[in-house]
Each structure stands twice: as structure tokens, then as C-alpha cells.
């Protein structure tokens, strides 16, 4: 009876959110025109760079197409959750939606969930629009392209969550994300292969979750790489997974309650 609860109001949810976007439809049309400019202008990049650049072994345009298309999305999902509790403290609703019988986390996953499905749309359209209209080549391994997508999505979650946190607890979360996403693109190998850093940064890219979900798309998705080649990456995305879960549970848990005790739910 609980999960048919959760899923009656994910579903209550989930039908707001799909109204809300259809009335601002314009925005996402405007949204899929930036995304084709986007990609023509990585098309046109890899052409100038030229064929002779092949980082981790594939054509520069497929590399940068996944790295940003996986990056935006993880970026989106992670500011989702931040926007959930953001909005709320905005209008004034987060104190009533936190003595719900719902746990807070719970809570803020089930708001954020539809914003999650927008985001995996906008991403399956932004990779088959840079595989069909500009034909970068695929090779795909499809079930390890999905079990690195689901770990990939875990992180999100967590570390949306985290960000979530750190909004209850000092109001400056977007300011801690737009840091972390800035430094991110650039050490995670996003745009270009991680192993031209210093070897400092490439020790700091390897603590960031996203640099092996982009290295196991890549492999899975362009090199059609078996699980035996995908093993070391899911394996540490797994570990991520598994720890980075829990104590972002724990951790908004704790600010939640926190923030009732001296009154600063609704600050912003």
C-alpha cells in the first residue's frame, strides 16, 4: 500500500509538471534550437580540429557529443532537486510540504522525479539528433549503456540531494553547484580526453563520479565495449552509488531537522 501511495503521488506529480510544460512549450522549442546550434557548432569544431585527433580512440565529434550530452544531464538532474526546495522556499510552501507524512527525501526525489524524465528525454533527442543529422558513428552495447546510465542517474539523485542539504542549511546551494559544475566540465573530460591534464588534476578527475560515467558511455555507447571492458568503471560507479546514497538520505535528513529547530526552513 506505501509504494501504490508513492506511485499515486508521483503520478499526481508527474501530470502537473507535463501541464506546466505544456503551456511553456516555446521554451522548449527554444531549448531544441539551442541544442542543434550547439551541435553544429561541435560538428564544425571536429572538422577543423580534423580526423587526425582521436581521443580515446573514437572521432573527436561522437567523444564531445556524449560528454556533454551525459554532462548537461547529470548537471540538469542534480539542479533539479536544488530547484525543488528553492521553489518551495520561494513561495512559501516548503514548511507545509515537510510536515506531510512523506519523508522530506522522499519528498523532494518524487518533485524532482518528472524534471528527471524531461531531462532523459532531452538527452536521447540531443544524442539521436548528433548520430542522425550530423552521423557521428555508434557501436553500442546497449545493455552496458544502460547500466552505466542507471548508476549515472543514482549519483545525480545523491548528489542532487546533497545539493538540497546544503540550500536548508547555509541558502547558498546554487552557488556550491554552479562552483562544482564549473570546475566538473573541465576535469571531468567533457569536452576533451582527461589524460592531457597535469597529473594533479587527473588524480582530482578520478574522485568525480562523472568522469567514469563519461568514460563508461563512451566505451559502451561508441566502442560497443563488453562488460568485461566496462567492469572497472561500473564497479566504481557502484561504490559511488552506494556510499554517496545513504549520506545524502542522512545528511537532508539532518538539515531538515536542523533547519525546523531554529526556524530557517523557509529562508532563501
Known sequence: MRIAGLLDKLAVIARRDLLTAI???????????????????????????????????????????????????????????????????????????????????????????????????????????????????????????????????????????????????????????WLFGSGAWFLTGTLFPVATLPQPLRLAAKLIPITHSLDAMRLALLQSAGFSALAREIVVLTLFSVLLLPLSIVLFSYTLRRSRLQGTLSFY
Open 23 to 177: 503551456r511553456y512549450r516555446t521554451g522548449f522549442a527554444m531549448a531544441a534550437v539551442g541544442g542543434l546550434v550547439q551541435l553544429a557548432a561541435f560538428y564544425y569544431l571536429a572538422r577543423a580540429i580534423g580526423p587526425g585527433f582521436r581521443p580515446q580512440g573514437v572521432e573527436y565529434f561522437p567523444f564531445v557529443l556524449v560528454g556533454t550530452g551525459l554532462y548537461t544531464f547529470m548537471l540538469m538532474g542534480i539542479h533539479s532537486f536544488l530547484n525543488v526546495v528553492q521553489d518551495a522556499q520561494r513561495t512559501g510552501t516548503l514548511e507545509v510540504l515537510m510536515t506531510t507524512s512523506t519523508p522530506g527525501p522522499v519528498l523532494v526525489f518524487l518533485s524532482a522525479a518528472s524534471s528527471f524524465a524531461g531531462n532523459t528525454v532531452q538527452l536521447f533527442l540531443y544524442l539521436a539528433a548528433g548520430l542522425l543529422i550530423f552521423r557521428a558513428p555508434l557501436h553500442a552495447n546497449l545493455g552496458g549503456c544502460f547500466v552505466v546510465f542507471a548508476l549515472s542517474m543514482a549519483i545525480a539523485v545523491a548528489v542532487g540531494i546533497l545539493a538540497a542539504a546544503l540550500q536548508l542549511a547555509i541558502q547558498k546551494g546554487s552557488a556550491v553547484v
